[in-house]
């Protein structure tokens, strides 16, 4: 899944969508790998994920991410980030 971060936010929060991309913000700093495993936490929390079943793929220096997703399908995620994002 494709991740555009946001680091060094007010609040945790995943904002919309940018670019194709999920736009997660997160109020840890890009030092020492923070900002990558608050937005891991965060979207293990927000999807509903063990910890085993998502990390970071790509991008840990980059604000363009992919997260690797284990245990659902494709189309299950997409049905679920749509009810999420809404409209």
């Known amino acids: 899944m494709s991740i555009r971060a946001q680091p060094g ?3 945790n929060a995943v904002v919309g969508e940018h ?3 999920l ?3 997160v109020t840890a700093p890009p030092e020492d790998g923070r900002a990558n495993a608050a937005i891991v936490e ?5 999807i ?4 085993s079943e998502i990390e970071l793929a790509t991008g840990p220096t980059n ?6 997703i284990r245990g659902r399908s494709p ?3 997409a049905t679920l980030l749509a009810s999420k994002l809404g409209p």
Do not use: S, Y
């Open 9 to 11: 936010a007010r609040k």
């Open 19 to 21: 670019g194709g991309a």
């Open 23 to 25: 736009k997660v913000a």
């Open 42 to 46: 965060l979207l293990r929390d927000w």
């Open 48 to 51: 509903g994920l063990k910890r």
């Open 63 to 68: 604000r363009n991410k992919q997260v690797l």
């Open 75 to 77: 189309e299950e995620l």
